[in-house]
């Protein structure tokens, strides 16, 4: 099992109910978002990352990543095995 584990910083779409003058909805911001896990797959159009991997290399809590809104992915090398 040699995965990447990696953090994701990205941008996310952001609801916002109700009624807004213009001045209000402007001064709303996207959602920032940093996630951690195994790189599952990377394509010009999805970043995969999943949080749980076993042991026959099957992977659990996946997160869909669009790849364009991704600011940085940084490859931890640093992981403990205990």
């Known amino acids: 099992m040699s995965d990447k584990i990696v953090l994701v910083k990205w941008v996310d779409a952001k609801f916002c ?6 001045e209000e ?6 959602s920032v978002f ?6 599952v797959s990377k394509t010009k159009l999805a970043t995969i990352i999943a949080t749980e991997r ?4 099957e992977y659990r809590s996946l997160t869909i990543i669009p790849t364009g ?3 940085s992915m940084n490859n931890l ?4 095995s205990v």
């Open 17 to 22: 109910s109700g009624t807004h003058t213009k």
């Open 25 to 30: 909805a402007t001064e709303h911001e996207m």
């Open 34 to 39: 940093e996630s951690i896990g195994y790189l």
């Open 54 to 57: 076993n042991n026959d290399g």
């Open 69 to 71: 809104s991704i600011q």
């Open 77 to 80: 090398e640093s992981v403990v």
